[in-house]
């Protein structure tokens, strides 16, 4: 099946019903939840969900209630690729048994940013080793949003959180961002791919690309927290939108280890002078409030270097894999 | 939300019959021919669950485990089970598979030991509490530091309340017996919890026996197919409980002060109702086999008139049951108990069997530092609260690490209890054996 015949038009996305049903207890303005609302609209058919410990597990299942229509399984924070190949293994066994009626089932494992860039990445890099066909989401909010705002592996450069405070010495996360990305392409699967919910076409589309490989699949998505960041619910969406075009967060895809920019972060690779600098994307945020002051300009200039710099790499990997 | 979105994933509906499709025919014929194999206990394991047709087998290797996840392998490579086999990278992720495989409708078993069984610890309550009947053997081995690779209990006795029923058997012919009831015990529909079975490492796991097995078809019989108790979905259908996208079900949700009681209480009910199937299940296996433990929960040994015995828990009363018979034949009257079932703890049958004794003396291979004695003492010490008559008491620490137990060691115990059933009163409560102090 072609990009072009899945027909993710507006049209078709408003009709389909939803499978993360409205009732959650998701904060105004959320991104994951908005990110998983519509992530369950690209499902192609039977589909069992599995989620880590986190926001969107917490919100969703408060027992004796529940916000999905599909099956649902969470067992712990650090597991949810591990519960991603139970599932795929017994449902191909039980199947060969004549226990399982469906021609084929999809998996998905939802986990935020800590369930996987810090304690899940161990179960994740197993899971996909084994090479279990299985759908990864990554919904970024850049830090454990649910305990309270603390930093994480995803947690930018000078980020406020509880943990890493803006105090007098140290203004917000001394360290950058860890490049998951690139940490799971390293594990040469299929299919990798970035997504924002603003550019939400282009979402749909990798989510079914990635049920579609047979195989591990991976797609990280950038998801605003706005009682993390502290920064305005109504414009949640927007900042997904303003990461892509200052290049803080790019969107692309890596095929079989080849790179390719999808279209809001080519248009910028086409037309340099389009992007943005970080600032427009960083003020705003509470969470960066104190780099915008005169102690805090080297970490903005930080920010803004290191940007520049993924940037550009990421731009030579697609050359050196066209 | 609405009200129509109420999950009742947990609850199980009593009056709903299970799938006739799936229910062990207990009246069925079985072919009770066996024959005798020479396994160590480790093998022994491997060798039932082949047996059993079970689905999914998600594991890590460890020592001294390691033989039942490499048996198994040799089983899948030659296509002699029909199982998928996860090799995952942490005993973790092992137990979340399983957790997910069980949930998905799977029969579902693995193994382990010592640091992996500790590894586990976050989701041996995860199994129990999300209801998934896993069966897991595990070599018992003494845990880090130092590190030590030799056998003692301190790892499952550590796990004695995530939730999970406990077995502890004697040699590799009841490792392997127990393995095929383990099965009927966890999927039980009145049960539905997940089953350690307990070897000792290497006095069992590695120790080369005659073991008498049934044939596949005797097994197969026996074990049947897993059974899948029926729920009520949020939408109000009554469905076999597993994930399933026909019958949508949300499993393992957050449950809040108001709910998470209810969960807890449920478990203790499935325990309470484990003690009768435990039973029933060796019955049942006692009558195809010819082979029995005790009352499946506690094994007596000429305990009728006893004075003095010893409790313990394990391959220990392989080499008890000799010195009592010694010291039987010297006009002594020692005794033994050992217990097989730890969890749920058969607290009336141990009062039963042990209230005329004088003097008791407890085995305890595992240590609660600083709890006054170890995990055995203190529900043994519990369970005669209540006798008629109160025996005399003591704990004794053995085996740490490996350390071997011999006959001359538990006879010395059993002249210790002489003393104090002649005294009538005991000594330090808390006693080490073989140890250099």
């Known amino acids: 099946m072609t990009t072009q015949e899945w027909k993710f038009t507006a049209k078709d996305i408003a009709l389909k019903p939803d499978i993360f049903l409205p009732g959650h207890r998701a904060c105004a303005g959320c991104g994951p939840a908005n990110v998983l609302r519509m992530v369950m609209k690209a499902t192609r058919g039977p589909t069992i969900v599995t989620e880590a410990t986190g926001c969107m597990e917490v919100v969703s299942s408060i027992y004796p209630y529940t916000s999905w229509s599909v099956p649902w399984l969470h067992t712990a924070f650090e597991t949810a690729a591990a519960n991603a190949s139970g599932i795929e293994a017994a449902l191909k066994i039980l199947k060969k048994k004549g226990k399982v009626k469906q021609d084929h089932v999809d998996v998905i494992a939802f986990a935020g940013d800590g369930g996987t860039y810090d304690i899940g990445i161990q179960a994740l890099s197993g899971a996909v080793e084994r090479g279990h066909d299985f759908l990864f989401i990554l919904y970024d909010n850049e830090g454990y949003m649910n305990t309270g705002i603390q930093r994480s592996g995803g947690t930018p450069m000078g980020a406020a959180t509880t943990t890493t405070p803006a105090g007098t010495v140290m203004l917000g996360k001394l360290q950058h961002k860890k490049p998951i990305t690139d940490i799971m392409v390293a594990h040469e699967m299929e299919y990798v791919a970035t997504a924002t919910p603003y550019y939400w076409r282009d979402m749909l589309q990798k989510v079914r690309k990635g049920l579609e490989v047979e195989g591990p699949a991976f797609l990280h998505i950038f998801a605003p927290c706005p009682r993390g960041w502290r920064s305005d619910p109504a414009k949640t969406i927007e900042y997904t939108k303003l990461a892509v075009e200052s290049c803080v967060f790019p969107v692309y895809e890596v095929v079989k280890g080849k790179y390719e920019l999808s279209t809001p972060s080519k248009l910028i690779a086409l037309a340099p002078q389009k992007k943005k600098p970080v600032t427009e994307y960083l003020k705003g945020q509470g969470r960066y409030r104190h780099l915008f002051t005169p102690q805090g300009k080297h970490v903005v200039d930080e920010i803004q270097r290191w940007t520049d710099d993924r940037w550009a790499k990421l731009q030579k990997k697609v050359e050196q894999t066209a | ?437």
Not at chain 2, 113 to 128: C, D, I, K, W
Not at chain 2, 202 to 207: D, E, K, L
Request: with cysteine; charged share 25%.
């Open chain 2, 1 to 437: 939300m609405t009200k129509t979105k109420i999950a009742k994933a947990a609850k199980v509906d009593a009056n709903a019959k299970v799938d006739a499709n799936a229910k062990v025919d207990a009246n069925a014929k079985v072919d009770a021919k066996q024959e005798m194999m020479a396994f160590n206990g480790d093998e022994a394991v491997a060798y039932a669950v082949k047996q059993s047709d079970v689905d999914v087998v998600a594991a890590y290797p460890i020592t001294p485990q390691t033989i039942i996840v490499e048996k198994y392998s040799e089983y899948v490579a030659n296509g002699e089970v029909l199982t998928e086999f996860i090799c995952t990278e942490s005993e973790h992720s092992a137990m979340a598979a399983c957790i997910a495989a069980s949930a998905t409708g799977a029969r579902t078993f693995t193994a382990s030991a010592s640091a992996g069984l500790a590894l586990m610890h976050e989701m041996l309550f995860v199994a129990s509490g999300c209801r998934t009947p896993i069966v897991m053997a595990v070599a018992n081995r003494a845990l880090s530091a130092p590190l030590n690779i030799n056998g003692d209990q301190s790892d499952s006795m550590a796990q004695r309340d995530a939730g999970w029923i406990h077995i502890y058997v004697e040699n590799a012919q009841e490792a392997y017996d127990t393995i095929l009831q383990a099965f009927r015990i966890a999927e039980h529909v009145d049960v539905q919890l997940p089953v350690i079975v307990g070897l000792d490492g290497f006095i069992v796991s590695h120790t080369l026996e005659n073991v008498d097995v049934l044939l596949d078809d005797a097994v197969k019989a026996f074990v049947g197919e897993r059974i899948l108790p029926n729920v009520v979905t949020h939408e109000g259908k009554t469905v076999p409980f597993k994930l399933d996208p026909d019958n949508p079900m949300t499993m393992g949700p957050i449950a809040l002060p108001n709910y998470y009681f209810e969960f807890k209480r449920q478990q203790e009910e499935a325990m309470k109702n484990a003690l009768k199937v435990i039973q029933q299940v060796h019955d049942e296996y006692a009558k195809v086999t010819g082979r029995s433990y005790g009352n499946a929960l506690i094994e007596a040994y000429k305990l009728d008139d006893a004075e003095i015995a010893v409790v313990c828990v394990g391959s220990a009363a392989g080499t008890a049951k000799d010195v009592v018979d010694e010291l039987r034949s010297e006009g002594v009257k020692a005794g033994l108990l050992r217990l097989r079932t730890f969890r749920p703890f058969p607290a009336d049958e141990v009062k039963n069997s042990l209230q005329n004794v004088k003097a008791v003396a407890v085995m305890d291979k595992s240590m609660s530092f600083g709890g006054n004695g170890g995990a055995v003492l203190h529900e043994v010490r519990h369970a005669m609260y209540d006798a008629t008559a109160r025996p005399l008491i003591v704990d004794y620490i053995y085996g740490l690490g490996g350390r071997d137990t011999n006959p001359k060691d538990i006879k010395k115990v059993f002249n210790d209890l002489h003393t104090i059933a002649h005294n009538n009163r005991i000594g330090k409560l808390v006693n080490y054996v073989g140890l250099r102090e």
